[in-house]
């Protein structure tokens, strides 16, 4: 690094090319690069700045207040100025994020070991300060004539992710103050928190009565932030090749199909009424498999999946179907032959009777006798929780949550023909096309 003399201004010299390395290792550097991709309207555009980065085409890169410039080489030799701009905070936004940073030694420890606290980033941005740029804070500026970002910005951007892990602070002088001007200000606040402490350490030894730390507690916390429009867009891995047989599609599937479930569960947490409703069971490893594969498009993924639960593809892929019809209790019906205890098959069989009217089924227990829907009874022999429809290549299943579920033979197998309902008769009844 080149210091100008301006504390508002540094420059650090051109880094070495960098093939096959990744352009940030830690969170916020991993966070530039997000908005980065976020920000651009054309992917392939990112994807073309890659490689001017790694191949050490852009020069020496000075920051400022508000602002990146660089001169960034085509193969031809073509310079090109390239900067890109991100917004200053205000004076407002300076007190308050310098604020939450001196009330915690542990914050300003952190940055003076250059590095960024994750708490601190969450609690500035749950004061309305967003110390990491998000999608569209990058305004990119380029003499080549783009007016979104072009390989050169793109370049640009992707070796100050490779600063921003060297040293945090780059990122605080682009928002308007310089490592001098934010540690003054961190002394100067801790040194006033201080005295304020000692002047009011009688009363805070007194105590207060813990209704009115908890009221006091609750009416300074900020309003919910919105919800989304849609679940974020993950990073996708800056890596051409495949690093240590990592399968870089997977692993790009898992990171976007985690964003879509985060997002679906913070809907519901956020939704009216969500506190009186039962907290759901967690699903497990064998059910979270199928759930990821009913979402996967890549048939090496779907394929990796299925092995790693020991399902063959075809088996997985009436899992997937199960699922759809119904999810974890969907799952169970396909793949849980239990048996009901007397209590259950009881329920079950008044349940056979009151289908069907002046009928009997077979159940290689007995006869059931059936009185209720109207109609001719079917006969129906019952193996443990399965209930099969003799020559009319149809069953339903008892689940153990009570409701019934269809199926139909096909090809030798018991394929999932449609959704639970509660009775038996509708179950039988259901489109064997479903």
Known sequence: MNDTGDPYEK???????????????????????????DSALDGEQVRQGRRVARSGAVGAVSVRPGGLT?????????AHRTDVLVQEFSQAEWDRLLGLAAAEAGYIAALLD?????ELAQDAAAAGVELLPGMGDFDPRCDCGEWDHCPHSAA?????ARLLD????????????????????????????????DAHGTAADAGVPAEEAYAAAR??????????????????LDTEGEPGGLDVDAVEFLAQAAAAEAFRLLAEAVAPGHADRPAPAPLTEAEDAVRLTREAGDVRVRSRLAAATGRSRADMELAVLAWGFGGAPGLAALEDDWTPDRAALARARAAVAAAWTDAETADGAGAEAGAGAGGEAPVLRRVRARWTQAGAG????????????????????????????PDPASALEADPEG
């Open 11 to 37: 420059t650090f010299a051109a880094l070495p090319p960098a093939p096959g390395r990744g352009f940030a290792r830690t969170w916020w550097g991993h966070a530039w690069l997000r908005a980065l991709e």
């Open 70 to 78: 660089a001169v960034v080489r085509d193969r031809d030799g073509t």
């Open 114 to 118: 250059r590095e960024v606290p994750p």
């Open 156 to 160: 640009l951007c992707l070796q100050v």
């Open 166 to 197: 060297q040293d945090p602070f780059v990122l605080l002088l682009l928002r308007g103050r310089g490592e001098r001007q934010v540690l003054d200000g961190l002394e100067a606040r801790s040194a006033a928190n201080a005295r304020a402490r």
């Open 219 to 236: 009416a300074g916390l900020p309003p919910l932030p919105d919800l989304p429009r849609a679940p974020g867009q993950p990073p996708t």
């Open 394 to 421: 149809r069953q339903i299943r008892l689940g153990r949550e009570g409701r019934w579920w269809p199926y139909r033979r096909e090809e030798g197998r018991w394929i999932p023909s449609g959704p639970s309902v």
